[in-house]
C-alpha cells in the first residue's frame, strides 16, 4: 500500500488546509489511520487518528476545536481539515496507516510514529504571520 499526502502549502495565520491522503496498492478501509507532522529541528509528533470506521478520533491537545480528521473508505482516502492555523503548526504533515486496530486503544501507542507501519511522504505546511 502506497500513501499519497497532499494539500499542503502557505497560509496566513488564522487561515483553514484541507489535506488529503490517498491510499493506492490496496485498501486502508480496515485500518487505523493518523497523521503526523515533523517541525524544522523536532521529532515527529502525533496529531490525529481515526478508527478504520471513522467512529471514533483522537486529537493532540493543541489540535482539539481546530482539526478534524475525516475518512472516506469508499474513496480510499484520508483528510484532515485545519482551521485556525498558528505558526505553530507549520511543518511536514505525513499520513500513516497501520494494520492492527489496536493501535488507537492506548495514547502511547496511537501517538508513537514506530506504530505505524505504512507512511506517506509528507506535504508542508507553512503559516505565515
Known amino acids: 500500500v502506497q500513501l499519497q499526502a497532499s494539500g499542503g502549502g502557505l497560509v496566513q495565520t488564522g487561515g483553514s488546509l484541507r489535506l488529503s491522503c490517498a491510499a493506492s496498492?490496496?485498501?486502508?478501509?480496515?485500518?487505523?489511520t493518523a497523521w503526523f507532522r515533523q517541525a524544522p529541528g523536532k521529532e515527529r509528533e502525533f496529531v490525529a487518528a481515526i478508527s478504520y470506521s471513522g467512529q471514533r478520533t483522537y486529537y493532540t491537545d493543541s489540535a482539539k476545536g481546530r482539526f478534524t480528521i475525516s475518512r472516506d473508505n469508499a474513496k480510499n482516502t484520508l483528510d484532515l481539515q485545519m482551521n485556525s492555523l498558528t505558526q505553530g503548526d507549520t511543518a511536514v504533515y505525513s499520513c500513516a496507516a497501520d494494520t492492527n486496530p489496536g493501535t488507537l486503544l492506548s495514547l502511547r501507542r496511537r501517538s508513537s510514529p514506530t506504530s505505524y507501519i505504512y507512511w506517506g511522504q509528507g506535504t508542508l505546511v507553512t503559516v505565515s504571520s
Open positions: 496498492g490496496g485498501t486502508t478501509s480496515s485500518w487505523p
